[in-house]
T-cell receptor, first 118, second 113 residues
């Protein structure tokens, strides 16, 4: 079966440009997450959706970052007026449920989009 | 933000050797997870731990959830070339949103044939 897919896989942007990164979660997965992974570091949480509702956006680094999931499936992470410090791999993950308790549902990660801002 | 301290940062071993890496935090976690990431790919879950003291195996991999809930370790026995990659610990705390994973900095494993 298909896993989480992300597009584009690579994106080069000039400083100041807007970019849009797409995530197609596993079909039927309720929860969707975005993470940012800087070179040589572990992923860092950006935002979380349960269906179409954005329940946590505490990790978004600035108001230039915006994420949406209007129909509860595909999600788009948009970065406005890109800066060099935005260069990173952006990972999307999805899970079947959002348990909210001591047990968690496995988050399946996509391959990521590598963004390079020149 | 909250961080996990993962060590060692890198390991260079011979094929067939056992590997051990660990993760510590100043805060308690109620779930510990270990992921492996290959170049150009997203992290893949290896082992999940849900209770303090829990010891779980997945083939040649064994991981434990520390009694204090502030640490975890991962062991790999009899390493093989396909074990090469970056290993990340990740945790969920009871004080954050239930789904927000906090990752360590990673341990890069290199195997000499």
């Amino acid at each position: 079966g298909a896993g989480v897919s992300q597009s584009p896989r690579y994106k080069v942007a000039k400083r100041g440009q807007d970019v849009a990164l797409r995530c197609d979660p596993i079909s039927g997965h309720v929860s969707l997450f975005w993470y940012q992974q800087a070179l040589g570091q572990g992923p860092e949480f950006l935002t979380y959706f349960q269906n179409e509702a954005q329940l946590d956006k505490s990790g978004l680094p600035s108001d230039r970052f915006f994420a949406e999931r209007p129909e509860g499936s595909v999600s788009t992470l948009k970065i406005q007026r890109t800066q060099q410090e935005d260069s990173a791999v952006y990972l999307c993950a999805s899970s079947l449920f959002s348990s909210g308790g001591a047990f968690t549902d496995t988050q399946y990660f996509g391959p990521g989009t590598r963004l390079t801002v020149l | 933000g909250q961080q996990l301290n993962q060590s060692p940062q890198s390991m260079f071993i011979q094929e067939g050797e056992d590997v051990s890496m660990n993760c510590t935090s100043s805060s308690i976690f109620n779930t510990w997870l270990w992921y492996k990431q290959d170049p150009g790919e997203g992290p893949v879950l290896l082992i999940a731990l849900y209770k303090a003291g829990e010891l779980t195996s997945n083939g040649r991999l064994t991981a434990q959830f520390g009694i204090t809930r502030k640490d975890s370790f991962l062991n790999i026995s009899a390493s093989i070339p396909s074990d090469v990659g970056i290993y990340f610990c990740a945790g969920l705390t009871p004080f954050q949103g239930a789904q927000k994973l906090v990752f360590g900095q990673g341990t890069r494993l290199t195997i000499n044939p």
